[in-house]
């Protein structure tokens, strides 16, 4: 079982709707939550950091649930510019230091 | 703020030869950056991690003689593909450090002929 696991998708939405991720991650000594979104043959880039209260940005809200363990993004209003794969990642201490984990990603394609 | 960037952006070399990567953080200082790799349809994997003023840790499986990694600066991190085969074509990505937060540099592709 992978330590960070994310449902690979597709995900295909049609515009206007809302679609939501989950990720999960096994290690409850991790500390960090973040979402990343990667365009293909791109980098990936920070959508946002999970806080443990939720955050929201606009049209993206995430939530972290330590007792179950996952995390979770929300996209409200799907827009063809937000298809792209999104990465979960956790951050958890280890040998004194911290490693960032990253799950496989989730394809999303916004269809018109 | 939070930028990265990366050099080349694409690089052709020939077997047997050596390239040399350069990652930047153009606003901030990282003492702690990293090295991927990904290929196609594949998930980022992490090479190494890279601490400004200390040797670089890698990860099980990668050759640290052939991946040679410098942290020299707080915004300055180098990845040399020392005798460059097929094999180690790829799309190579840094990321720096800020806080808890990795930003990334645009990636650079290698293509050995």
């Known amino acids: 079982r992978k330590e960070v696991e994310q449902d690979p998708g597709p995900f295909n939405v049609p515009e206007g709707a809302t679609v939501a991720f989950n990720c999960t991650y096994s290690n409850s000594a991790s500390q960090s939550f973040f979402w990343y979104r990667q365009d293909c043959r791109k980098e990936p880039k920070l959508l946002m950091s999970?806080?443990?209260s939720g955050n929201e940005d606009g049209r993206f809200t995430a939530q972290l649930n330590r007792a179950s363990q996952y995390i979770s993004l929300l996209i409200r209003d799907s827009k063809l510019s937000d298809s792209a794969t999104y990465l979960c990642v956790v951050n958890r201490p280890t040998s004194g230091t911290y490693k960032y984990i990253f799950g496989t990603g989730t394809r999303l394609k916004v269809l018109a | 703020g939070a930028v990265v960037s990366q050099h080349p952006s694409w690089v052709i070399c020939k077997s047997g030869t050596s390239v040399k990567i350069e990652c930047r953080s153009l606003?901030?200082?990282?003492?702690?950056m990293f090295w991927y790799r990904q290929f196609p349809k594949q998930s980022l994997m992490l090479m190494a991690t890279?601490?400004?003023?200390?040797?670089?840790?890698?990860e099980q499986g990668v050759e640290k003689d052939k991946f040679l990694i410098n942290h020299a600066s707080l915004t300055l991190s180098t990845l040399t593909v020392t005798s460059a085969h097929p094999e180690d074509s790829s799309f190579y990505i840094c990321s720096a450090l800020a806080g808890y937060e990795q930003y990334f540099g645009p990636g650079t592709r290698l293509t050995v002929t």
């Open positions: 606003d901030f200082q990282a003492t702690t």
């Open positions: 999970v806080y443990s």
């Open positions: 890279s601490n400004e003023g200390s040797k670089a840790t890698y």
